[in-house]
């Protein structure tokens, strides 16, 4: 920068007093320089009188506390220089605290760095798990029909752990979350896809993919036997009557639907009510047994087979005294087993109210001889076109089948039957014309109507009827006179059956 000297000289002169230790003028200057010299010394001392600037004038020449100074006149006599201040006095403390500061802010990144890694990679472990989730939950979506109620608990536990992963990664990550942000709504999107499939699942809708899947394999079945020489079936007799030689044999079950309380309530009993007096008018009820297999608590009627598949109309009433599966439906009345006692016990169903309740003589009960694979079922109502029966044993009978025919107004007994079959032997039995007929189970899919009892004649034999069934456990059938068929419950799913009998002899 080209500046006028007596300009620089005022720079200086505000610059303080410190300033002058900066600048020395050169200690000897040219001839030329004399009226320079003298300006600049009366300047100095006239305007820094208290600096502790220096001259000296016996040589005629001015020293001052200056530095690399160079100067020139221009054609007007002004002297011109240029000159170079040096730095100040170097900042080290400043320069310390700037180090110790980046040292901190490196430590802090470090540590920082050291946590993003970590939620780097659970993030990537999760995201993996959450790929998994949806693949699982996009094919139970479309067409599974294999996952039970344990995948789904298995699927809830996944996603709770991924739901306290992003807990932990918003309370611990520092800065832009738009990620986990993403993460937290895909894990509460599929927790509410877990919970809709759930509902769905109560609403039946495996249980109906199973059923189309069984008429599917009914059909192809129907399908593959049309060309075989099927005999043909006797006339069917008149609903209500015994005017046949007894039961010969037995349909394929025809799945009417999963009980209306779900998967978990295995046990239980259906069927329809047969009055003689109405006797197609008949309601159709579903008593599902708790969870635990024993306690009788809420059942459903249903007007019509239509409202029954189609969860319409149900009136629902709820029981606190029923024990097992061995329930019939008679005159508009439910006939069960008291809870914990050897007492049977009629409910009007209209009222939902106990109209009568019975001891039966020396019947045992609390699965002292109940069915195999069934338990609490050792008293067993049954239903037939002659009335009421009950089926169970006795200690008297070592565990023997006892028949006993029932007044259905009182619950007295009027007559009574002692078989020669154990009855744990037997999976379940039902009534038809006064023929005890017990089945049991060949294997998971087929169960065998092996055995008979007459009441009308004392008589007792084999029997080699082949039924076949859905799942694995018959837990009760009941017969219906007018309909002529069986209504079973088979692990929770209501099936019935078309019975076959023989033609009455000429």
Request: proline share 4%.
């Amino acid at each position: 920068m080209q500046l006028g000297f007596p300009f620089l000289l005022a720079l200086l002169s505000l610059l303080g007093p410190d300033a002058g230790a900066l600048v020395a003028l050169s200690p000897e200057p040219s001839p030329t320089s004399v009226v320079q010299s003298d300006f600049t010394s009366s300047f100095i001392s006239g305007s820094r009188s208290g600096s502790n600037w220096s001259t000296r004038s016996g040589s005629g020449s001015v020293t001052q506390s200056f530095s690399n100074f160079t100067g020139s006149k221009d054609d007007r006599g002004t002297c011109q220089c240029s000159i170079t201040l040096p730095d100040t006095t170097f900042p080290v403390d400043r320069v310390e605290r700037l180090e110790y500061s980046v040292h901190v802010l490196s430590e802090k990144f470090q540590k920082e760095l050291s946590k993003v890694k970590e939620y780097v990679h659970l993030i990537n472990i999760y995201e993996k798990k959450f790929v998994n989730l949806t693949l699982r939950v996009e094919i139970m979506e479309k067409d599974s029909i294999s996952y039970t109620e344990l995948d789904f608990e298995l699927i809830k536990i996944e996603v709770k752990e991924m739901e306290k992963l992003i807990i932990q990664l918003k309370d611990g990550f520092s800065g832009s979350s738009a990620i986990v942000d993403q993460l937290e709504v895909e894990i509460r999107n599929m927790t509410l896809l877990v919970e809709k499939l759930e509902t769905l699942d109560k609403n039946n809708v495996l249980a109906i993919r199973r059923e189309i899947l069984a008429l599917k394999n009914k059909l192809k079945e129907c399908e593959a036997s049309k060309n075989e020489n099927v005999p043909v079936a006797p006339p069917v007799p008149a609903p209500g009557t015994c005017a046949h030689g007894g039961v010969m044999n037995i349909s394929r079950p025809f799945v009417v639907q999963l009980n209306w309380r779900g998967f978990s309530y295995k046990y239980g009993a259906w069927g329809r009510d047969y009055s003689p007096e109405n006797p197609d008018k008949g309601l159709y009820w579903v008593a599902p047994l708790n969870p635990d297999a024993r306690i009788l608590e809420y059942y459903q009627l249903h007007n019509t087979m239509d409202d029954l598949l189609l969860y319409k109309y149900a009136k629902q009433s709820r029981l606190v005294y029923g024990q097992g599966s061995g329930t019939a439906v008679y005159k508009n009345n439910m006939y069960v087993n008291w809870y914990n006692t050897g007492n049977i016990a009629k409910i009007n169903l209209t009222t939902n109210t106990i109209s009568v309740t019975q001891n039966l003589p020396n019947a045992a009960y609390n699965n002292r001889f109940s069915y195999a694979n069934v338990g609490w079922q050792d008293i067993d109502f049954a239903v037939d076109e002659s009335g009421l029966w009950v089926i169970y044993s006795t200690e008297a009978s070592t565990g023997n089948m006892v028949i006993s025919k029932l007044n259905d107004t009182t619950l007295l007994v009027l007559n009574t039957w002692h078989t020669k079959q154990y009855k744990p032997s037997v999976s379940n039995a039902f009534m038809v014309c006064g023929v005890l007929y017990a089945t049991r189970t060949l294997n998971t899919r087929t169960e065998e109507i092996f055995y008979y009892y007459d009441t009308n004649t004392g008589k007792e034999g084999r029997l080699d009827i082949t039924m076949r069934k859905m799942q694995e456990t018959v837990q009760s059938i009941n017969y219906h006179p007018f309909d002529q068929k069986l209504y079973v419950y088979n692990d929770g799913y209501l099936l019935n059956y078309d019975l076959i009998f023989k033609q009455e002899p000429h």
